[in-house]
């Protein structure tokens, strides 16, 4: 007798053959949904290494024991505690986040939470609340979706983690931060973030974890992270699919 499992996993078969996986960045066929071939793999700088325990920045030199941090780390007080990137903002893994934040491209969504996942294994823990950096109602009306928020989403499915999409609401339109120097960047982000009323009392001693496509200055995981220690969290930890390197 064939079981439904049986019949199931043979319908997976002929669809794989019939719509091959392809690669999120160039298209080609590859082995697995959600993966990369070889030549984009290669071409993708994920954050391997040595890295800043507070911003995920990649740093030279081997691991010495202990907690590290970067220079603008040890400069710049930060509200959260940890946080860690995926990739470093750069070559193939800049047209990946770009394609997913600007062209549409939402499937990719689970995909891209893996390589968070992995990149967050040391500051993920169980029970952290998940939620994303917030678009103004403005860039989500011509966006049509927040990508942070896909993002966050996925994370938590993936992790078993707790989620809240809308817990933080950007109040006043900031623009956009490229071009901004670094001071430009705290100071045009500054008291434009909240916690939503209706969210206030998940944040009782809780430890969260934020998501965002990229961090930079992090200005704007400040803004949030300020926010939600204000509410009554207990710590905050940062998770970036992208951190732009100093470098870079």
Same mark, same amino acid.
């Given at each position: 007798?064939?079981?439904?499992?049986?019949?199931?996993?043979?319908?997976?078969?002929?669809?794989?053959?019939i719509y091959p996986p392809h690669?999120? +960045?160039?298209?080609?066929?590859?082995?697995?949904?959600?993966?990369?071939?070889?030549?984009? %793999?290669?071409?993708?700088?994920?954050?391997?290494?040595?890295?800043?325990?507070?911003?995920?920045?990649?740093?030279?030199?081997?691991?010495?024991?202990?907690?590290?941090?970067?220079?603008?780390?040890?400069?710049?007080?930060?509200? %959260?505690?940890?946080?860690?990137?995926?990739?470093?903002?750069?070559?193939?893994?800049?047209?990946?986040?770009?394609? #997913?934040?600007?062209?549409?491209?939402?499937?990719?969504?689970? @995909?891209?939470?893996? %390589?968070?996942?992995?990149?967050?294994?040391?500051?993920?823990?169980?029970?952290?609340?998940?939620?994303?950096?917030?678009?103004?109602?403005?860039?989500?009306? +011509?966006?049509?979706?927040?990508?942070?928020?896909?993002? !966050?989403?996925?994370?938590?499915?993936?992790?078993?983690?707790?989620?809240?999409?809308d817990l933080l609401l950007r109040?006043?339109?900031?623009?956009?931060?490229?071009?901004?120097?670094?001071?430009?960047? #705290?100071?045009?982000?500054? +008291?434009?973030?909240?916690?939503?009323?209706?969210?206030?009392?998940?944040? !009782?001693? @809780?430890?969260?974890?934020?998501?965002?496509?990229?961090?930079?200055?992090?200005?704007?995981?400040?803004?949030?992270?300020?926010?939600?220690?204000? @509410?009554?969290?207990?710590?905050?930890?940062?998770?970036?699919?992208?951190?732009?390197?100093?470098?870079?």
């Amino acid at each position: 007798m064939i079981g439904i499992l049986d019949v199931g996993a043979g319908i997976r078969a002929v669809l794989g053959a019939i719509y091959p996986p392809h690669c999120l +960045s160039c298209n080609a066929i590859v082995g697995t949904d959600g993966g990369l071939c070889g030549s984009c %793999w290669r071409d993708t700088p994920f954050v391997t290494g040595l890295v800043c325990d507070c911003c995920g920045a990649p740093l030279p030199g081997d691991d010495p024991g202990g907690v590290v941090m970067c220079d603008d780390c040890l400069n710049v007080e930060r509200p %959260w505690t940890r946080g860690r990137a995926a990739m470093a903002y750069r070559d193939n893994a800049r047209r990946l986040v770009l394609r #997913f934040k600007h062209g549409d491209r939402t499937e990719m969504a689970p @995909a891209l939470a893996e %390589w968070l996942a992995g990149a967050g294994q040391e500051i993920i823990e169980p029970g952290m609340l998940v939620a994303p950096v917030p678009l103004h109602w403005r860039r989500l009306f +011509s966006r049509r979706y927040n990508q942070a928020a896909l993002l !966050s989403e996925a994370l938590a499915r993936r992790m078993a983690l707790p989620s809240c999409p809308d817990l933080l609401l950007r109040r006043r339109f900031t623009g956009s931060q490229g071009g901004k120097s670094h001071d430009q960047r #705290f100071a045009n982000i500054a +008291s434009a973030i909240v916690v939503n009323p209706r969210r206030m009392s998940l944040l !009782s001693d @809780a430890r969260v974890l934020l998501v965002d496509d990229v961090m930079t200055s992090g200005a704007t995981f400040a803004a949030c992270a300020e926010a939600i220690v204000s @509410a009554g969290a207990k710590e905050v930890r940062v998770l970036a699919l992208a951190r732009v390197a100093k470098d870079d």
